[in-house]
Structures are given as C-alpha cells and as structure tokens.
C-alpha cells in the first residue's frame, strides 16, 4: 500500500478516537483533582457592589471560594496583536471581574468543591450584588453621541485602521461608469467545537513548578501568554499540554481567563483543579467570530472592468481584546480585498468596536471569509446590474496565470496560482452550461432554482516573522520540529502544530516515510506537549503542512545530511559521492549502498564511525520561518432551489475546485474542504450569534438556540482540486483548512438571490427573511 | 442521600452508588472510568453521549443513572475485539468518517442502531437519522457514506 506522499492513507489516530481511547482533556483525573464552576455575570454591564461568598465556602465539599480580590496581584489576559503597533485602546482583562463586569458571561468568581456537583450548588449560593449600568450591545449602539462607556476611555473606540491608498481610489470612483455598492452584515458566529473548553491547574511543590491540562489549539502560546505576561511562571516551570482536542475553529486559539484561574488555584488549594464548560458556558464564554457590518462599492467601466473598491467596516471586539481579536478583522482582513482579481486601487478602512459583548476573535477563515463574502456578493451583484454572465466578469478581471508574483495594492503578494482554469473546471463540474434548463424545469415543479459563484483567495501558512512584527503582532509565527530517529531506525517526530482534529498523525508521517524510505507505520508524530516538544506556535489559518511540515522537512534534511556522512564513512567513500533515495545511501555510479536503519543503529553504536569529526546520535531540530503566505484559491458553485411558499432553501449541488498547492493526503484534504463548507453554510442560512438589544443577554446560548448544521441540512459535495505548487515552502502545500468555511457563504448567498431575485439577503438566510425578500421583490 | 445501581455494563455486572441527580453520562465516565462516551452539549442536541441501554440508543447525558438499574448497558468500548475493530468502526476508519473524534463513539453508537432497523439505509434516510447527532468537523459527507458502507459491511 502506498503511503507516501499523495496517497490517501488512512489514519494512525483513528483506531483510538474510534474505540473509545481518546484522551482529551475532560477525560483526564488528576489523583486529588478538586473540580471548578465559575460564577459569571447574569447582567452585561455593571458595577459590582459586593460578591459574597459566605454562604458559598459554607458548603458541602467547598474547597475554596476566589473572587476578583483575591487575584489583585495576578496580572490580567494579554492580547496579541496590536494593528501596526497602535494606536489602540487596550482596556485591562481581569481574570475574575475587579469592581465591574462588561459582558453576560464575564467570571466574577471561582468555586472549588470536591465535586462538579458540590461547586455547581455552592456557586449558586455566591450572591453577587450588581448596580447595573446602560449596556451598549449594537456598534451602533456603542458609537452614539453620548453612549455609556464600557471601560475608562473617552468612547468605545478600540482602533480606526485602514489600507490601501484612498486618493487612487478615490480617482477611480471618479472616472468609473458604474458603482455598484452593498451593504452587508456578516453575521457573529460561535465555533461551537463538539468538545467544551475544560482545564486542568496543579503545582507541584516539590519541583515548584506547574502543569496546566488545557483544550488548546497552541500550548506553547499559551504557556509564553500566561508564563510570561500574567502569572510571571518562567517556562522551564510551567508545562502546558493539550492533548486530543475535539475541535477548535479559531475558539481554541486565544488564552482564557479559565486557564489562568486554574493554574493559579491549584497552588493556592493544593490540588489538581479541574474545570469543564457546559455548553451554555461555551457559547458565553467561548470567543465569536465575524461580526461586521460594512459598506462596499465597486467601481467599474461599462464593459466591467474593476477599477477601484471601496470598504468600509465596523468590526465587534467584544467587551474585552481577545488574543488576536484585534488581528482578524485588520490584517487578515484587508489584505485580501483583492482577491483574485486585478482591481488596481483599493482603500478599507475598519473601525474596532467595544460593545457588551462576548470578546470576537477567529473563526475558521478568520477574516478572509468577511473579505471574500463582500467581495464575491458585490461581483456578482455587478454582473447582474451591468448584465455581464458571471463568469465572464470574473474572467475578464482575474490575475493572468503568468502574472506571477502578483503584487497586490493591498500589501501581499501573491505567490502562485491559476484561477481561469479553477474556474473553468468548476463551472464543468457544475453543469453551468445545463443551468437555465435546470431552472426551467425546477420552475415547472413550483421551486425557484439558483445558481451562485464564489471564487476566493486567502492567506494562509502564517507568516513570515519579520512581517508579522511590522503589522503589529506579538509573537513570532515560525514553527518548530524534532525528528528523532531511534537506534534501530523508527523515528519519533515533535512537532510544534497541534492536530485537533487535522490529522497530522498520518499526514506528517507519510512526510517523514516519504522522504526518509521507511515504512509509515515506524513513524509517530508527538505534539500538544510543551515538556516533550522544543517550541511551537500551534495550529491556526491553515498554517500546519505549509510551516510545520516544512519545519519537519529542514529537521529530515539535518538528518539525511548527517546521514549522508556516517554512510561515507561507512562505505569508504567521499560524502560528495553519497546519494540518498528510497531509503539506501548510495556511493553515486556504485552498487555500494548502505540502509538507512544500519545508519541508525551505527549513530548509536557508532564502533565504526567518524567520532573525531560528528557526534554520535541521529536527533536533529529545525525551526521554519516562511519567506511568504501562501494563497490557496478556488471557486465554489453553488445551487439551490427555493421553496417560494415557505422561504425555505434546500442546496441542491455544491461543486467546488480548490488550489491548494501540492496534497500530501487527498483523503484528509477532502475532509478539511467538506467541513469547511458545512461551516460556511451554518453561517449563510443557520447561525447567527443573538444578543439582546436592550438587555446583553445572550438569545442564542443553546443548541436548541442557535442552529449549527445537521446531516439533512447539507447535500454530499462533489470536489476536485487543481494543482500551482507553492514556490517558496519545501512541500508545495498551501493550506486547506478554512477554504470551504471562506468561498461558502457568498457562494450560497449568491444563490439565493440569484433564485429570487433580488439583491441580497443578509446572513442567515432563514426562510422567514428569504420569503420576507421574496414578498417584498414580489410586490414591487 | 444515595442510591444504589446495578447493571450489565459491556457483558459485565457492575454496582455504585450515586446520588438521585447522578446522569448516566456520569456513571460511565467518572465513576467507571470509561471516557470514550462524551459530553459535548448537556442538552441532548449533539449526541456525543450516545450509548445503548437494552439495545437502544439513548442519549446518556439525558437519562439518570438510577434510571439504567437493571439494564443492559453497552458504550463505544464494548464493539471491538482483541484490536479488531467492529465492521461501523472499520467503516468509519476507512471512509474518513472522523476528524478531532469527539462526536464519534456517538456517531458510531447511533449508526449501529439505525443499522439494527434498517439494515440497508439510503443516504436520504442516513441524514435523517443523524439529526440527533452533530459534528462539526466532517459536514456529515464522509458520516454518511461511512454509515452506508458500515451497514454494507454488515450485511455480508
């Protein structure tokens, strides 16, 4: 069986995960574990008068009861990224509430009792006294003349950000003949992982040094976040490990104030003090994505030609910055407004908003879906005012496939890519040419049928470090391996990525099988450990393959070019004339040849070895840093019939063609595309994260409530890919995890409108808001 | 005040006791120890918890343990034997019917139900069935077409 690289091996971590062995973190008891509730916030915005907490620590199994006093020395949750290193607003992050909480959700205390029972009960007894003040819950809201403001700051302005350059743009609005201009809400989502949030803490007195069990998608951030910045723990004392984790889509990302609370408490109690989310906790508490409401206008000629756009947008932070909140809706936002189009003068500008809400953050895509869903609506929506086919417009404004590099005007540039042929394989796949009979004969059945493109781009494999400092981030966003190859040749492989659900067991060992000629199944991949793994910036924007793969790649080449001169050795010849495949050293135009396991066990029993020139031993590491994003690109169709009675949507096909670079394993590739579409279309026509008004209080904070898609909700989809190598990472890969969650919901939405007939439908398109449209497009 | 419970747990008798509110989910999970069976929603919407008891799927986290006194109980870690997984779990394996894994022993447990009564489900009637199952992984493709091949596997 071939498990090399292109090949659809299934997976090493199946067999656990599918008989029960899994290990995440809910699963794991700590000998002497005492559990936590959090006592959070019932209002959105108040003062708080008094937390008493005596009736509570009087309780049955009650360990301890914390409240924000008692954390006055602990420093509050940092965040991440500032866009291009300020101006902005960045209100202190209490770890438990200090005088006053911003948000329905927000932790005013901390109950540890022997049992989740016991905590729950006596959390209920904590009696918090609220002075409750005017809550600002809509960026409208939030940006009156006057309004209440969250945190001590003039307004509830976080930042003002923009890019591209507005006087060309400008010019090219003023010699366009046609503007076509859409105002769009992207709607709040909650990632919603099938797996809670949960926490460990425990010190270990004898080694002064502490664990936190966590369900993160990057321990090692989260152990510089909460060693360095909050709890002043230096590393060597700190161990974070996050082990199988079920789901994150951006909410696993950030560091919460939980994890600090447990780390904390379990010295102050002196146990291990454990705290699992309930699923109403998740969706308070968790961080939300999207959130913008924003103007867009395209300039263009009469023929169709792009010559400018135009965005503005209000982007929600939330009550509190989240680690990258202030990133996604900046940085990874306005960068891709070109798309994969050659629109020369582009202008974005994005107001950050403090409201009384849950903190925003990523969401799978992250920005390129908010980018890609106002691009993709507002071309088709031109196609349709200028009555240009669709596709003809996008091919009369796409980057030629030669144009490559392709400097953008909104700072990236493009690496790679071919998006005519994406397109045209699409439209082939999707019957576009049979489309208008597929309508006539849908009308005949009383159902409105319709047909949506969305051709999008992002960048992922983040990101050049150097780059990254420039825009305003924190951190660097390299990756790290260790390859270690054992005396009788299996290999071990740390890698600073973490799989939560990616696959990386079977995807990074077919890598290391592939390029070291040794069978799959001698490989394993080790991640989610910060005591056994050197560094890592984790897994987010589809960056594992792209950098951590490639980190894994630089670590093999130490180890074949170490390899390479034990061999020399061995076989009395010039290391010049070793060559490497298939797993045999080979003297170049001999039949000497030496495996790779023999070189293996003579590093560790190096009797007939170069001791005088190389160290014994064959462990190498690598750390990566990318020289540029990546730019996966594709074209997703979709098509759906309405039921204009009822307003309901049924997706009758989704065909979809991705470019993500060279594919390591088609198999889990294909499963990344589906699950980001599932996404994507949650977002257009199911899930919409509902606050109260007035109140704060959050309407959607069930899954009774708030509707994540179930199997009849989605069709079976049919996807291929194309193939423009990456230039500039050792694989070729690009990155595939958030292409379906980004090209999804401008593709279904163009549908929709497509099929009824008029301009656009904010998200979600439920039935009632489709048939509302409907009734209004009828009556006019 | 506590109650004592007695049932088959995967072919073994086994007792505790537990307090009235104690759910099943919890039985299995902390005072068994067997965690394959999840907690993903506290509300009977995801159907991670899903386990059968006398032959049926049921939503553990909906069902008191005091409710299962007397029963037969099976969860995920009862289908394989001696490392050979059940044909719905090979399936699944095969089919890439799981990503991060959390929604699967659920999943799994379901299907086997649907299977007992419908030994040969069309994909209409598959996502039918899953409606008290969520993944947020997958976009349920690869469930289905992991279920089908599963009940395939079955028959023959």
Same mark, same amino acid.
């Given at each position: 069986?071939?498990?090399?690289?292109?090949?659809?091996?299934?997976?090493?971590?199946?067999?656990?995960?599918?008989?029960?062995?899994?290990?995440?973190?809910?699963?794991?008891?700590?000998?002497?574990?005492?559990?936590?509730?959090?006592?959070?916030?019932?209002?959105?915005?108040?003062?708080?008068?008094?937390?008493?907490?005596?009736?509570?620590?009087?309780?049955?199994?009650?360990?301890?009861?914390?409240?924000?006093?008692?954390?006055?020395?602990?420093?509050?949750?940092?965040?991440?990224?500032?866009?291009?290193?300020?101006?902005?607003?960045?209100?202190?992050?209490?770890?438990?509430?200090?005088?006053?909480?911003?948000?329905?959700?927000?932790?005013?205390?901390?109950?540890?009792?022997?049992?989740?029972?016991?905590?729950?009960?006596?959390?209920?007894?904590?009696?918090?006294?609220?002075?409750?003040?005017?809550?600002?819950?809509?960026?409208?809201?939030?940006?009156?003349?006057?309004?209440?403001?969250?945190?001590?700051?003039?307004?509830?302005?976080?930042?003002?950000?923009?890019?591209?350059?507005?006087?060309?743009?400008?010019?090219?609005?003023?010699?366009?003949?046609?503007?076509?201009?859409?105002?769009?809400?992207?709607?709040?989502?909650?990632?919603?992982?099938?797996?809670?949030?949960?926490?460990?803490?425990?010190?270990?007195?004898?080694?002064?040094?502490?664990?936190?069990?966590?369900?993160?998608?990057?321990?090692?951030?989260?152990?510089?976040?909460?060693?360095?910045?909050?709890?002043?723990?230096?590393?060597?004392?700190?161990?974070?490990?996050?082990?199988?984790?079920?789901?994150?889509?951006?909410?696993?990302?950030?560091?919460?104030?939980?994890?600090?609370?447990?780390?904390?408490?379990?010295?102050?109690?002196?146990?291990?003090?454990?705290?699992?989310?309930?699923?109403?906790?998740?969706?308070?508490?968790?961080?939300?994505?999207?959130?913008?409401?924003?103007?867009?206008?395209?300039?263009?000629?009469?023929?169709?030609?792009?010559?400018?756009?135009?965005?503005?947008?209000?982007?929600?932070?939330?009550?509190?910055?989240?680690?990258?909140?202030?990133?996604?809706?900046?940085?990874?936002?306005?960068?891709?407004?070109?798309?994969?189009?050659?629109?020369?003068?582009?202008?974005?500008?994005?107001?950050?908003?403090?409201?009384?809400?849950?903190?925003?953050?990523?969401?799978?895509?992250?920005?390129?879906?908010?980018?890609?869903?106002?691009?993709?609506?507002?071309?088709?929506?031109?196609?349709?005012?200028?009555?240009?086919?669709?596709?003809?417009?996008?091919?009369?404004?796409?980057?030629?496939?030669?144009?490559?590099?392709?400097?953008?005007?909104?700072?990236?540039?493009?690496?790679?890519?071919?998006?005519?042929?994406?397109?045209?394989?699409?439209?082939?796949?999707?019957?576009?040419?049979?489309?208008?009979?597929?309508?006539?004969?849908?009308?005949?059945?009383?159902?409105?049928?319709?047909?949506?493109?969305?051709?999008?781009?992002?960048?992922?494999?983040?990101?050049?470090?150097?780059?990254?400092?420039?825009?305003?981030?924190?951190?660097?966003?390299?990756?790290?391996?260790?390859?270690?190859?054992?005396?009788?040749?299996?290999?071990?492989?740390?890698?600073?990525?973490?799989?939560?659900?990616?696959?990386?067991?079977?995807?990074?060992?077919?890598?290391?099988?592939?390029?070291?000629?040794?069978?799959?199944?001698?490989?394993?991949?080790?991640?989610?450990?910060?005591?056994?793994?050197?560094?890592?910036?984790?897994?987010?924007?589809?960056?594992?393959?792209?950098?951590?793969?490639?980190?894994?790649?630089?670590?093999?080449?130490?180890?074949?070019?170490?390899?390479?001169?034990?061999?020399?050795?061995?076989?009395?010849?010039?290391?010049?004339?070793?060559?490497?495949?298939?797993?045999?050293?080979?003297?170049?135009?001999?039949?000497?040849?030496?495996?790779?396991?023999?070189?293996?066990?003579?590093?560790?029993?190096?009797?007939?070895?170069?001791?005088?020139?190389?160290?014994?031993?064959?462990?190498?590491?690598?750390?990566?840093?990318?020289?540029?994003?990546?730019?996966?690109?594709?074209?997703?169709?979709?098509?759906?019939?309405?039921?204009?009675?009822?307003?309901?949507?049924?997706?009758?096909?989704?065909?979809?063609?991705?470019?993500?670079?060279?594919?390591?394993?088609?198999?889990?590739?294909?499963?990344?595309?589906?699950?980001?579409?599932?996404?994507?279309?949650?977002?257009?026509?199911?899930?919409?994260?509902?606050?109260?008004?007035?109140?704060?209080?959050?309407?959607?904070?069930?899954?009774?409530?708030?509707?994540?898609?179930?199997?009849?909700?989605?069709?079976?989809?049919?996807?291929?890919?194309?193939?423009?190598?990456?230039?500039?990472?050792?694989?070729?890969?690009?990155?595939?995890?958030?292409?379906?969650?980004?090209?999804?919901?401008?593709?279904?939405?163009?549908?929709?409108?497509?099929?009824?007939?008029?301009?656009?439908?904010?998200?979600?398109?439920?039935?009632?808001?489709?048939?509302?449209?409907?009734?209004?497009?009828?009556?006019? | 005040?506590?109650?004592?419970?007695?049932?088959?747990?995967?072919?073994?008798?086994?007792?505790?006791?537990?307090?009235?509110?104690?759910?099943?989910?919890?039985?299995?999970?902390?005072?068994?120890?067997?965690? &394959?069976?999840? =907690?993903?929603?506290?509300? +009977?919407?995801?159907?991670?918890?899903?386990? *059968?008891?006398?032959? %049926?799927?049921? @939503?553990?986290?909906?069902?008191?343990?005091?409710?299962?006194? &007397?029963?037969? =109980?099976?969860?995920?870690? +009862?289908?394989?034997?001696?490392?050979?997984? *059940?044909?719905?779990? %090979?399936?699944? @394996?095969?089919?890439?019917?799981?990503?991060?894994?959390?929604?699967?022993?659920?999943?799994?447990?379901?299907?086997?139900?649907?299977?007992?009564?419908?030994?040969?489900?069309?994909?209409?009637?598959?996502?039918?069935?899953?409606?008290?199952?969520?993944?947020?992984?997958?976009?349920?493709?690869?469930?289905?077409?992991?279920?089908?091949?599963?009940?395939?596997?079955?028959?023959?």
């Amino acid at each position: 069986m071939d498990t090399g690289i292109g090949a659809a091996v299934t997976r090493k971590e199946d067999f656990r995960f599918l008989t029960g062995q899994g290990n995440y973190t809910d699963d794991i008891a700590r000998p002497g574990q005492a559990h936590a509730v959090f006592v959070r916030s019932v209002v959105a915005h108040a003062n708080l008068r008094a937390v008493n907490t005596e009736a509570a620590s009087a309780m049955p199994g009650v360990v301890a009861v914390f409240t924000g006093d008692d954390l006055q020395g602990v420093g509050g949750v940092p965040c991440g990224f500032a866009p291009d290193g300020g101006p902005m607003n960045e209100p202190p992050r209490p770890v438990l509430a200090q005088g006053k909480v911003r948000f329905v959700g927000d932790m005013v205390a901390m109950v540890i009792a022997e049992t989740a029972e016991q905590a729950r009960d006596a959390a209920e007894a904590v009696d918090v006294d609220y002075d409750e003040l005017p809550a600002v819950v809509s960026m409208e809201a939030a940006q009156a003349e006057g309004a209440p403001t969250i945190h001590d700051l003039d307004d509830n302005s976080c930042f003002s950000w923009g890019i591209g350059d507005a006087e060309a743009t400008d010019a090219a609005f003023a010699k366009a003949d046609h503007v076509t201009t859409l105002e769009l809400v992207n709607n709040r989502k909650c990632p919603n992982a099938i797996e809670p949030r949960a926490a460990i803490g425990e010190y270990d007195p004898a080694h002064d040094s502490y664990t936190l069990y966590t369900t993160s998608q990057n321990p090692h951030v989260i152990r510089l976040l909460m060693g360095a910045f909050v709890l002043g723990i230096p590393e060597h004392k700190l161990r974070v490990v996050s082990p199988d984790v079920g789901g994150g889509f951006g909410s696993k990302i950030p560091h919460y104030p939980e994890e600090i609370a447990v780390t904390w408490a379990g010295k102050q109690v002196g146990r291990p003090v454990k705290w699992t989310a309930e699923r109403t906790e998740s969706f308070l508490s968790d961080t939300h994505g999207r959130d913008h409401i924003t103007r867009v206008e395209l300039a263009c000629t009469s023929d169709g030609e792009f010559l400018g756009l135009r965005v503005h947008t209000q982007a929600n932070m939330g009550a509190y910055l989240s680690t990258f909140g202030p990133l996604i809706p900046t940085y990874l936002y306005g960068t891709l407004l070109a798309g994969v189009y050659t629109t020369p003068a582009i202008r974005c500008e994005v107001d950050g908003v403090f409201t009384n809400t849950a903190p925003v953050d990523a969401e799978r895509g992250a920005g390129r879906p908010e980018a890609t869903f106002l691009l993709e609506r507002v071309v088709e929506t031109a196609a349709r005012e200028l009555g240009i086919d669709p596709v003809e417009l996008r091919r009369r404004n796409f980057i030629a496939s030669d144009a490559f590099p392709y400097q953008t005007p909104v700072i990236v540039q493009y690496d790679s890519g071919n998006y005519e042929q994406v397109l045209d394989r699409a439209a082939e796949l999707a019957d576009y040419a049979g489309f208008a009979q597929r309508r006539e004969e849908a009308k005949s059945r009383g159902r409105l049928r319709g047909l949506g493109f969305a051709g999008y781009i992002e960048a992922c494999g983040m990101a050049p470090s150097n780059i990254a400092g420039v825009i305003g981030a924190r951190a660097g966003l390299f990756e790290a391996a260790q390859v270690r190859v054992h005396p009788t040749g299996s290999v071990s492989v740390y890698t600073g990525s973490h799989s939560h659900g990616q696959g990386h067991e079977t995807t990074f060992a077919q890598v290391v099988s592939d390029r070291l000629g040794i069978p799959f199944e001698n490989v394993d991949v080790v991640h989610g450990d910060t005591d056994q793994i050197p560094f890592g910036m984790g897994t987010y924007g589809s960056r594992s393959l792209a950098v951590g793969g490639s980190a894994i790649c630089k670590a093999l080449d130490k180890i074949i070019a170490k390899g390479k001169k034990i061999a020399a050795h061995a076989l009395e010849a010039g290391e010049s004339d070793i060559d490497f495949e298939s797993g045999e050293f080979r003297v170049r135009g001999t039949d000497k040849s030496v495996g790779f396991g023999d070189i293996a066990l003579s590093a560790y029993v190096p009797h007939n070895y170069p001791l005088e020139e190389l160290e014994p031993g064959l462990d190498e590491g690598a750390f990566y840093d990318p020289t540029n994003f990546t730019f996966p690109a594709g074209c997703h169709i979709c098509e759906v019939e309405v039921d204009p009675e009822t307003g309901t949507t049924q997706i009758v096909n989704w065909n979809a063609v991705d470019d993500f670079g060279k594919i390591v394993n088609p198999m889990i590739v294909d499963g990344q595309v589906h699950g980001g579409i599932a996404h994507g279309v949650g977002q257009a026509m199911l899930e919409n994260c509902a606050y109260d008004e007035d109140s704060g209080q959050l309407l959607s904070g069930s899954l009774t409530d708030y509707c994540i898609p179930r199997a009849d909700d989605l069709p079976s989809f049919h996807i291929e890919t194309t193939e423009t190598p990456c230039p500039h990472n050792p694989l070729g890969v690009k990155g595939c995890g958030e292409a379906g969650a980004i090209a999804a919901p401008a593709a279904l939405i163009n549908a929709i409108t497509d099929a009824i007939g008029v301009a656009h439908v904010d998200m979600p398109a439920t039935p009632e808001k489709v048939w509302a449209a409907l009734q209004s497009a009828q009556g006019e | 005040m506590t109650l004592m419970v007695t049932m088959t747990l995967n072919g073994e008798s086994v007792s505790a006791e537990v307090e009235g509110r104690t759910l099943l989910v919890q039985l299995i999970r902390d005072h068994f120890r067997l965690t &394959g069976t999840h =907690v993903g929603c506290d509300t +009977s919407q995801c159907g991670a918890c899903v386990v *059968h008891m006398n032959g %049926q799927s049921v @939503k553990s986290c909906t069902v008191l343990a005091v409710q299962a006194d &007397g029963a037969q =109980v099976s969860t995920i870690e +009862s289908l394989a034997e001696n490392g050979e997984l *059940h044909p719905m779990q %090979q399936a699944f @394996k095969d089919n890439h019917g799981l990503q991060c894994g959390f929604c699967t022993p659920g999943m799994v447990m379901s299907a086997l139900d649907l299977v007992a009564n419908n030994p040969d489900p069309s994909e209409a009637e598959i996502r039918d069935w899953l409606e008290g199952n969520l993944c947020r992984c997958t976009g349920y493709h690869n469930i289905v077409k992991s279920i089908a091949a599963g009940a395939q596997a079955m028959r023959s």
